[in-house]
């Protein structure tokens, strides 16, 4: 991409300053996926996550412990809590993070999704 400027302008400095023209002290790097994705920030992806899902209708329940996944037409279609509330949904997102497996199991799916540490081979 011959009309990018790969040069590293930093620290930022106000249009005043006798370095604002200095020449770029190092180089940009960067990491070109067009057909995948690259985050170096999860926790701030998963924010912007949660907020479209808001704008879109869905409500949180933080810390409240999921037992039961529900069924109907051999798919996932909600789940229970541990209160006895009884969520559905046209489609469940497992964003359980470390606990995902245990709601795969629950759910009784997890071979075609689970990723387990090891060799590349492994994933």
Same mark, same amino acid.
């Given at each position: 991409m011959p009309a990018l400027d790969t040069g590293r302008? %930093?620290?930022p400095r106000?249009? +005043? +300053? +006798?370095? %604002? %023209? *200095?020449d770029a002290s190092a180089r940009l790097g960067a990491?070109? #996926?067009p057909d995948g994705g690259f985050i170096d920030d999860p926790?701030?992806?998963a924010h912007n996550l949660a907020t479209a899902a808001q704008r879109h209708g869905a409500a949180f @329940?933080?810390?409240t412990p999921? #037992? *039961?996944?529900?069924?109907?037409?051999g798919r996932v @279609?909600?789940?229970r809590l541990k209160d006895g509330t009884e969520l559905s949904a046209g489609v469940v997102v497992n964003a359980a993070g470390p606990w995902s497996g245990q709601?795969? @199991?629950?759910a009784e799916v997890g071979g075609d999704f689970t990723a387990t540490s090891g060799s590349p081979s492994s994933v």
């Amino acid at each position: 991409m011959p009309a990018l400027d790969t040069g590293r302008h %930093f620290p930022p400095r106000p249009v +005043d +300053d +006798d370095e %604002f %023209f *200095a020449d770029a002290s190092a180089r940009l790097g960067a990491l070109h #996926t067009p057909d995948g994705g690259f985050i170096d920030d999860p926790q701030l992806a998963a924010h912007n996550l949660a907020t479209a899902a808001q704008r879109h209708g869905a409500a949180f @329940r933080w810390k409240t412990p999921v #037992t *039961a996944v529900m069924r109907r037409g051999g798919r996932v @279609r909600g789940v229970r809590l541990k209160d006895g509330t009884e969520l559905s949904a046209g489609v469940v997102v497992n964003a359980a993070g470390p606990w995902s497996g245990q709601l795969n @199991r629950l759910a009784e799916v997890g071979g075609d999704f689970t990723a387990t540490s090891g060799s590349p081979s492994s994933v």
